[in-house]
């Protein structure tokens, strides 16, 4: 599975930015997409993730009611909207994917692909 995040910018605090993912190559045994983030000298944090099929989604806890994940199955595509940045929002977002069915979405090595990553940088 290859995963191609799209999206990341400058932007300032209160603003919007979504981030898009299309994923391609053998992601029939997909099961879990979603983004994780990591800022200098911090581990990587979950963001979101959300299923391929029936799409239920998880949100870590410091963006819950800011950011919304979906996904476009006939585009194999999910994107991330974020809404009213704040700066401890800048990292260095993933898109990962994973093919277990009972993955615990929190952890990092539940995750079998992992996407280059795109910068997200918000000003205060």
């Known amino acids: 599975v290859q995963l191609q995040a799209s999206g990341g910018g400058l932007v300032q605090a209160g603003d919007s930015l979504r981030l898009s993912c299309a994923a391609s190559?053998?992601?029939?045994?997909?099961?879990?997409i979603g983004w994780f983030r990591q800022s200098p000298g911090k581990e990587r944090e979950f963001v979101a993730a959300?299923?391929?099929?029936?799409?239920?989604?998880f949100y870590g806890d410091s963006v819950k009611g800011r950011f919304t994940i979906s996904r476009d199955n006939t585009k194999k595509t999910v994107y991330l909207q974020m809404n009213s940045l704040r700066p401890e929002d800048t990292a260095v977002y993933y898109c990962?994917?994973?093919?277990?069915?009972?993955?615990?979405?929190?952890?990092?090595?539940?995750?079998?692909?992992w996407g280059q990553g795109t910068q997200v940088t918000v000003s205060s």
């Open positions: 990962v994917s994973s093919h277990y069915v009972h993955a615990i979405v929190r952890v990092p090595s539940e995750y079998n692909y």
């Open positions: 190559g053998r992601t029939l045994g997909s099961y879990f």
């Open positions: 959300i299923t391929w099929t029936e799409g239920t989604t």
